[in-house]
Structure formats: structure tokens, C-alpha cells
């Protein structure tokens, strides 16, 4: 267990709809970030937040938008999704920069 | 561009058996922080080990090896003794200047009882 947890850890919906996904990172870790594995494209770099802050962004469309909250969890909003969307979306941790990420178990995201 | 090549899409091993996983990357910076991790048929991500590209001692966690040369950009992974929980996808990955994980294409390793 990576002490990163994820919610919901599937999720079934029909393009065009609105889905939020959500991750609470380990223990006194400030940097979340949100990756995408489908079949065809690996692992991509979604964005990364810091304490709040967005740090870093990745290959993540417009329809995509993420937010960390004061809590440190964070969320990942997917709108007007299309069948391409379909993947598992992680959620990781660090301390800090260059600091060994810690993966949540994924949320798998179905768009039918 | 930072990139991570993987160039061995399959392999397998017999139980109890040494295997090594290649991976070769390019940047231009000298200052950067190399893994592998490890996604189980569960799809877990799980690290298996880190190396700190200023360090010139190869990072060792039980079973598991690292080869670092950092002049030919290369980073192999070698399992000793591998056992039937060691099958998975690895990925080779690095993170150098930004925060964000560069990730290889995977190698999948079968390990055969």
C-alpha cells in the first residue's frame, strides 16, 4: 500500500458527460500528480500541483482541468468525454520536486 | 527532448533464474533521478528502485540491481532469483529539471515456474 488513495476505483459513463476523479496523497506529501495509461499512448504526464499551487502541465486538454485543495487532496475534472478518454488515470505523490513518486492504485475510467 | 527507450516489448525468465531489462534515455541535463517501477496485472504502480544520477554506486534493494552508466545514457535493471510475483510490466523512468515522471514503453516479463 502507497499510502495514495483514489476514488472512484471504476467508473462507466457515456461521452459527452462530466466525470470528477479524486486523490488524497500520503502523509505530509505536498505535490500530487495525475498521470493517463491507455492501451495506445503509455504513460503520459497529465499536470502537477504543489501546495495549492499548479507547477507543471503535461498533455492535458482543455477539457481537463485538475485543482488541489487546502487539504492537499486533489481532484481531476473530465468533461464533454469522448471514447478516446477511456483509461486509467493515476494519481502520484512526492514530497517534493525530483523527490521518488508514490502511486495511487488508479481509477479506471470507462466512456461508452 | 527527454526521452526513455525501452526497446525489449517482451521477455521471460524461468523461475529462480537472473534476468536483465534495458533501458536507455537522453537528456541533456546532469542532474536527474532514474526508477523503475513495476505494474503487476492489478495495474498497480509500485517502485522498485531509484538511483540518483550523482551517484556513481549502483543502487541495490534486495533482489533487484541497477547498471547505471551515465556516459551511455543507459540504465538496466537485473532481477536475481526471479519468482512467479516478479511477473509484471517495468517501466523505466526519469525525472530530470521539471517534476514530472518521463516513462519508457515497458518491457513485460513472464517468469515461467
Known amino acids: 500500500d502507497s499510502g495514495v488513495t483514489q476514488t472512484p476505483k471504476h467508473l462507466i459513463t457515456a461521452t459527452g458527460q462530466r466525470v470528477t476523479l479524486r486523490c488524497s496523497p500520503r502523509s505530509g506529501d505536498l505535490s500530487v500528480y495525475w498521470y493517463q495509461q491507455s492501451l495506445d499512448q503509455g504513460l503520459q504526464f497529465l499536470i502537477q500541483y504543489y501546495n495549492g499551487e499548479e507547477r507543471a502541465k503535461g498533455n492535458i486538454l482543455e477539457r481537463f482541468s485538475a485543482q488541489q485543495f487546502p487539504d492537499l487532496h486533489s481532484e481531476l475534472n473530465l468533461s464533454s468525454l469522448e471514447l478516446g478518454d477511456s483509461a486509467l488515470y493515476f494519481c502520484?505523490?512526492?514530497?517534493?520536486?525530483?523527490?521518488?513518486?508514490?502511486f495511487g492504485p488508479g481509477t479506471r475510467l470507462l466512456v461508452l | 527532448a527527454q526521452t526513455v527507450t525501452q526497446s525489449q516489448p517482451e521477455m521471460s525468465v524461468q523461475e529462480a533464474e537472473t534476468v536483465t531489462l534495458s533501458c536507455t534515455y537522453d537528456t541533456s541535463e546532469n542532474n536527474y533521478y532514474l526508477f523503475w517501477y513495476k505494474q503487476p496485472p492489478s495495474r498497480q504502480m509500485i517502485l522498485v528502485i531509484r538511483?540518483?544520477?550523482?551517484?556513481?554506486q549502483n543502487a541495490t534493494e534486495n533482489r533487484f540491481s541497477v547498471n547505471f552508466q551515465k556516459a551511455a545514457k543507459s540504465f538496466s535493471l537485473k532481477i536475481s532469483d526471479s519468482q512467479l510475483g516478479d511477473t509484471a510490466m517495468y517501466f523505466c523512468?526519469?525525472?530530470?529539471?521539471?517534476?514530472?515522471?518521463?516513462f519508457g514503453t515497458g518491457t513485460r516479463l513472464t517468469v515461467i515456474p
Open positions: 523512468a526519469f525525472i530530470v529539471g521539471a517534476n514530472n515522471l518521463f
Open positions: 538511483q540518483e544520477a550523482y551517484k556513481q
Open positions: 502520484a505523490s512526492s514530497a517534493d520536486r525530483q523527490e521518488t513518486q508514490y
